[in-house]
């Protein structure tokens, strides 16, 4: 069983930049693919970005293609999601989630584990 934690979040100002880690403990997330999800208030939870287990294969939502930037650390077994250009309508409850088997990372149902989240608030 794998633990996450989020961590990074806060107030930034439009147009400014933010990284989240998402720390992985307990079962090593070598073989995993770390998704990042956010959930904005009254909003689903949607899809962010994933990585897959090797670091090599990234996905990102394509509306936030070019501004936010997946990567990880596995000797660190960390995450992160650089968040630049930052908007608004980015405000959200901000999570990641480890799940195996190829896909999982787009179905929310799939994932093996869960962060708490980590709050990211844009002002204008």
């Known amino acids: 069983q794998v633990q996450l934690a989020e961590s990074g979040g806060g107030l930034v100002q439009a147009g400014g930049s933010l990284r989240l880690s998402c720390a992985a403990s307990?079962?090593?997330?070598?073989?995993?693919?770390t998704t990042w999800f956010r959930q904005a208030p009254g909003m689903e939870r949607e899809f962010v970005a994933a990585?897959?287990?090797?670091?090599?294969?990234?996905y990102y939502a394509d509306s936030l293609k070019g501004r936010f930037t997946i990567s990880k650390d596995n000797a660190k077994n960390t995450v992160y999601l650089q968040m630049n250009s930052l908007k608004p309508e980015d405000t959200a409850v901000y999570y990641c989630?480890?799940?195996?088997?190829?896909?999982?990372?787009?179905?929310?149902?799939?994932?093996?584990?869960w962060g708490k989240g980590t709050l990211v608030t844009v002002s204008s």
């Open positions: 989630a480890a799940c195996e088997g190829y896909g999982c990372y787009i179905v929310r149902d799939a994932q093996d584990a």
């Open positions: 307990g079962h090593t997330f070598s073989h995993y693919t």
């Open positions: 990585i897959g287990w090797g670091g090599v294969n990234t």
